[in-house]
């Protein structure tokens, strides 16, 4: 299989000025020395006992978790993180061959960060597609060896419950082998309230139909004063964390999520992922976590400035360090953008989603460098395999589908 370099040349990147060559020397971490770590650490007391609790896979507190955020230098962090991330997966990154379905954009609720939905009495300048143009979708894919269909989208008032269902049971009609993964606990809280039942009852009528794992979409960030500001309309973090854990007590498996980068602090981020980290304890159900750069075209909050890429990649190894418990971390590559979602598996990501085939709109509505992002699994693998990376592609339980351990 012919290389392809993401970086194809030179050029300074868009966002740091960096070029490829400064990337690759001065910014890809060290394999894990505890003696080079502890100087990577500058000595710090509080470092170097997380330096140590990483090498004996010991477990860090949400105290240690903070100190990582306002602390730990991009060298520090991402060497402790590579250290774990090739402990767990041996220099493997995980991709599959995926399709998105967005039912709509219209939605009746208003986060301010969204720069994709419409309301409802505006709902002629966003899309509401039918049960059929949605079926034509999955059709468009026969004899493709897709294995997952992503349905996720705008919280319409007259969508509902017998509608999704109706939706899954077909498309399971159409292709029984594909893994459908869908509708956030967002869409879920209010199409089960509107149908008056409970979360359980409403959980078990979608997998009857043929829903078989939830997204991990809607949790931003869960402490109430962050979404007071954000999304303070939709469920909150407790009603998110519940729906999760009750499709885990019924079998269905999750992704966990979180929006970084706009108006929380550090503590909050470290409180989102503690939440986390305690309910895979409990269940175990969660596949993996998926950081989501907050980004400000097109929204209400465009005022605020976007995360640069060191604290992009600093927030990823973290998020390896701390959520111990969560096998797969998932740089998504549509929001990232397929050059910083690259660097990122040298800071502990092992997944990079799928190839998407401009089936999504949601972040490049939001000013995402990927306007139409669709990707060829050849060029999944050459992403993957230019940073020394060995491609893997999956199903959605992580199940290998094909090592591709030949491409050099
Ligand atoms: S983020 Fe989701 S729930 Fe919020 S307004 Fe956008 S589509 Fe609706």
Redo the contacts with the bound molecule.
């Keep these: 299989m012919k290389l392809m370099h993401v970086f194809t040349s030179d050029k300074p990147n868009f966002a740091t000025g960096y070029t490829y060559t400064n990337y690759m020397s001065e910014m890809e971490p060290k394999t894990m020395n505890l003696n080079q770590v502890f100087q990577m650490s500058g000595m710090d007391k509080g470092l170097m006992d997380i330096a140590e609790k990483v090498q004996v896979g010991e477990r860090i507190t949400e105290a240690e978790g903070l100190l990582l955020f306002e602390k730990g230098e991009l060298g520090f962090v991402g060497a402790l993180a590579n250290h774990i991330a090739e402990q767990l997966h041996n220099n493997r990154v995980y991709f599959n061959r995926n399709f998105h379905i967005e039912p709509t954009?219209v939605?009746?609720?208003?986060?301010n960060?969204?720069s994709?939905?419409r309301q409802y009495k505006h709902r002629d300048d966003g899309w509401e597609l039918t049960m059929e143009q949605m079926l034509d979708i999955v059709r468009k894919y026969d004899g493709q060896p897709v294995t997952e269909a992503h349905i996720v989208?705008?919280?319409h008032p007259k969508m509902n419950l017998e509608f999704f269902c109706e939706l899954l049971g077909r498309i399971k009609e159409i292709r029984p082998d594909l893994h459908l993964k869908g509708f956030?606990a967002?869409e879920l809280e209010y199409m089960f309230r509107k149908g008056k039942v409970s979360i359980e009852e409403g959980l078990r009528k979608m997998r009857d139909a043929g829903l078989q794992s939830l997204p991990g979409?809607?949790a931003e960030i869960f402490a109430q004063e962050v979404r007071d500001v954000i999304?303070a309309d939709?469920v909150d973090g407790a009603g998110w964390l519940h729906i999760h854990e009750t499709a885990h007590n019924l079998g269905m498996h999750s992704n966990a999520t979180m929006l970084y980068g706009h108006v929380e602090t550090f503590a909050h981020r470290v409180d989102h992922m503690s939440q986390l980290r305690s309910l895979q304890d409990k269940t175990g159900g969660f596949n993996c976590f998926i950081p989501l750069k907050f980004r400000n075209a097109n929204n209400d909050m465009s005022h605020i400035k976007e995360s640069t890429i060191i604290e992009d990649l600093r927030l990823y190894a973290i998020a390896r360090i701390f959520m111990d418990n969560f096998r797969n971390l998932k740089a998504y590559w549509p929001m990232l953008g397929r050059q910083t979602a690259q660097l990122t598996l040298s800071y502990g990501v092992n997944d990079l989603d799928g190839t998407i085939d401009d089936t999504t709109k949601i972040y490049s509505m939001a000013g995402s460098e990927e306007q139409t992002p669709s990707l060829s699994t050849e060029e999944l693998c050459d992403l993957i395999s230019s940073v020394g990376k060995i491609p893997v592609e999956r199903d959605t339980l992580y199940n290998h589908i094909h090592v591709y351990e030949a491409v050099q």
């Design positions: 954009n939605c009746v609720f208003t986060c960060f969204c994709y939905s989208g705008g919280v956030t967002v979409g809607g999304c939709k």
